[in-house]
């Protein structure tokens, strides 16, 4: 795999620049991050999603052993 540079990374970038112009790499950029935020936000509600069953389960099979 080719290592790129600085100046071949600067020309890629002028060429995407000319190619899809700055309103709508501003567009593409904030769609993206809306995405990656909704993505991290659902993770995290699933993790604590998770914990709590996995509580409520310790919880019910310590009450029954007590029992």
Partial sequence: ???FGVWE???ILI???VI???SRLKD???GLGGAINAFRREVK????EEEDR???S????EEESEA
């Fill in 28 to 30: 593409i950029g904030q």
């Fill in 15 to 17: 060429i995407v620049l």
């Fill in 54 to 56: 996995v509580s409520d």
């Fill in 58 to 61: 310790i919880r019910k099979q």
């Fill in 45 to 48: 509600q699933g993790k604590e």
């Fill in 20 to 22: 899809f112009g700055a």
């Fill in 9 to 11: 990374w600067l020309v």
């Fill in 1 to 3: 795999m080719p290592n």
